[in-house]
Each structure stands twice: as structure tokens, then as C-alpha cells.
């Protein structure tokens, strides 16, 4: 009885112990993660908070602080401002001490106060990171049994021998670009409104090596350490490569795909002490799907431009979507009012990959823009007859120097307006404050000059002030009044 007294503070004391040694180790990176395991956001941290990290130190998986106060899961790089990858961006967890993470054969996230709760639904035995920043779940009962990877769910970046496939898509930090696989071909799409997207960029496979067979199943990319992506349906011969600068060029490094804010898609080679640019898709400025901002022009070679001449670039005419006011000028099934600006010299970027129609006038195209209350704008092109309907708010459009090539563009009445209020507004305020300023400085002058005067009169009259009125006839004033004489 005594020994079963003995023995049972003691094992109070090693699982106390233990339970302790499992917090302590949720603040330094580990090489695994096990059962047990658990970790809160560390309120003194303003940026990552390594959890774990793979064998070369390369990688670290753990908490990456947003905007000061919101959390998310993440794999970074030492040496990349942006993560490798980051659990589902939509979803956030809040930076407190009520947030915690724990592994019980799955990996799970829980926050109360946001009700946020992810989980990778698993049952394995331990959370790895590999050298190739892939995170993993895995199970003991083999070392190839993985239940769960991150490769599986890219964010916006593509590493090395990572597997790209139709169902999956690159998505960029900002949300408004994504890069998915077609049946033949990778694409780029921009989000033009908040439930359609536009084509912007297309690489066809060229099917020099092997052919897209039907029936054989969808195709897939993926980054080959030869310096190329390639596109592959069965086997490891590609049905397409398209090279990087480091293409089959013996290099020793880690590769990456990365889809931009910008929209661009960029390789990145990491060659041990920096990450070097290895690749571009769209190389030019005025490529990219909307660097100048909305009802805006590109020209190659001169740079932004406002599609109605004015200056401010950056703030050209307001576009009518927007969180307060209708995506399109259907109005709920009335067609509402709109202002016209025209302009020549213009196209739709990336037209062979948008529809058009064939007209036999300029009038005609603008007039099925003009009853189609959907429409924000069209381009014509006077010497093929070709119609581009644009269906989304204007964005970047390319300049060019035919100016049979014209643009007609719908403004929603009152765009301007409220910019014309605002800037009244302030002007008004700006010359109430200037007047103000000058009603101050003219009564100061005024009095550093009566100070100066009266100060002189003072010495004159040999120190005399002016007394009340009564005291003019005292016998002081007299006599100065005699030797005036």
C-alpha cells in the first residue's frame, strides 16, 4: 500500500511534467510534431512564430501574424518576403491567447472568439515539414503512408516537383488572379467582377514529344529541377515544356512558381543565398491585366494614361461597380442613365482571347452596347469590322496609335459629381483656413505697430504716458505747450 502511495505522486509529477515539456516545445521549432502536441500565439511576436522545420532549416511551419491582430497557418522562407504557403487565406484566426493549435492525428486549428475551426481530418501519428517545404501528416504503419500534404492545396506559389492539377489553382495574395489548367493548355484569369472572370493569358501545349490523348484522363504541370514547367497526361514525358532562363542548365537550387498581385506569373530559383528571377510569362508592362488602374489606357512605350484625357493618374473617372453601388446599369430591369466618353486609338488588351463580333459600322457596335444594359463598354476596329463588347467595369485598356480603333465607355450619371462635392469642399475649407491665417497675421502686424508707436511717443515726451483727461490742464502740460511755441 505504501508503494502504491509512493508511486502515484510520481506519476502525477511525469505527466505534469510531460503535459509542461509539450507547451515549452510549442514555442521552439522541432523537426516533428506528435500527439499531444499543442501551441498558442506568442503575444510578444509581430510577425511568424516558427512552429516546426524541416531537416536542412531551410522551411518553418507556424503562426504568421496578419494586420497585427489575425492569425493563419503558414510555411515560410527566410529569404521570401511572402509565404511558400499559407492555410486556406479566406480564413483567419485572431491572435490570442484563446487560439490554439494542437495535433491528435490531425492537425487542428480552434478560435472560439472567430469561430474558426480546421482540421485536416486525419488520423496520423506525427506532422513533418520536408526539405521541399511540403507539410505533411503521417502515419508509422509505413513511411510512404501520408494522409494529409499542403502540395495538395497550393495558395499562390508552385514548388519543384509539386503536382499542379486540373482540379487545383494558383491563387494570387490579393485574390484577384488565378492560374487553372484547361484541357490542353495553363491559363491566367483575372477577376472582373464578383462572379465572372477574363482570360488574360494562355500557353497551348505545343505536343512535340507526346499527345493529349482523350479518354487518358486530365492533364497536369509540374516544375522539373531542369528548369521548365512542363505539362504531362500519362507518364514523364511532356506534352509541353516552356522553359525558365535556368532551362537545362546544371544548377543546383530549389525552383519556384509564384502567381503575383500584378497578375504576372514569375519562376524564382534559390540558389543557397538568394532567390534570383528565372522566369516571366508576361514581360511587358501594358501585358499585365490591369496595371494602370480602371477607365485607364496602357501605351507601350509612354506608359498610364486616363481614358478621358484627364491627368490624375491613379484616380482616372471612377468605374460605377463598387461595394455601394450595382455591378452592371441594368438598374433592376430598367436600363439607367449614363454619361459617354469616346476615344480613338484604342483596343481591348489580350483580344484573341475575347469574343467579338463582326459590324458593319462604328454606330452599330456602340449600339448594341448601348441597349445592352450589362455592357460598360466597346471597341471597334474600323478596318476588320470587329466588335469587342466589354461586359465587366472598364479596367486597363491599350493604347494604340490607329485612331480608327475606337473606344466608347459608359459612365454612370453622377460619377464625378460626388468628386466634384469632395473637391469643393475642400477648396472652401482650404480658403476658410487662409483667410483665418491672414485675419491673424494683419491683426499681429497691426499690433507690433501700435507697440512700436506708442512706444516712441513714450520716449518724445520724455517718458510721459498719457494720462485722463482732467490732468490737461496741470502745469506740466502747460509748459510744454509754451515751448512748443
Known sequence: MEGLCF???LLFVFLVCSHTRHQVNATEPVLELTKGFEAKPDSSINSFQ????????????GFLRLNGS????AVTHPNLTDPIWVFDPTQ???????TKLFFNGSLV?????????????TNGDRLVLRN?????????????SVEWESFDFPGNTLVENQNFTSAMALVSSNGLYSMRLGRDFIGLYAKVSEDSQQFYWKHSALQAKAKIKDGSGPILARINPNGYLGMYQTGNIPVDVEAFNSFQRPVNGLLILRLESDGNLRGYLWDGSRWALNYEALRETCDLPNPCGPYSLCTPGSGCSCIDNSTVIGECTSHPGGPSQPADFCGGGKTEKFKVVRRGGVEVPFKELMDHKTTSSLGECEEMCVEDCKCFGSVYNNGSGFCYL??????????????SKMGYFKLREGVGKKKSRVGLTVGMSLLVVIA???TVAMVYVAFRIWSREKHALETEDGGLSPGPYKNLGSDSFRSVEMSRR
Open 7 to 9: 508511486r502515484f505522486p
Open 50 to 61: 516558427p512552429l516546426l522545420t524541416d531537416s536542412s532549416g531551410n522551411f518553418s511551419f
Open 70 to 73: 489575425r492569425l493563419s497557418l
Open 92 to 98: 483567419t484566426a485572431s491572435w490570442s491567447h484563446k
Open 109 to 121: 486549428v480552434s478560435d472560439p472568439s472567430s469561430r474558426v475551426e480546421w482540421s485536416t481530418h
Open 132 to 144: 521541399d517545404s511540403n507539410l505533411q501528416v503521417v502515419s508509422k504503419s509505413s513511411s510512404s
Open 390 to 403: 466589354v461586359n465587366y467595369p472598364i479596367r486597363t485598356m491599350l493604347g494604340v496609335a490607329d485612331p
Open 436 to 438: 483665418l491665417a491672414l
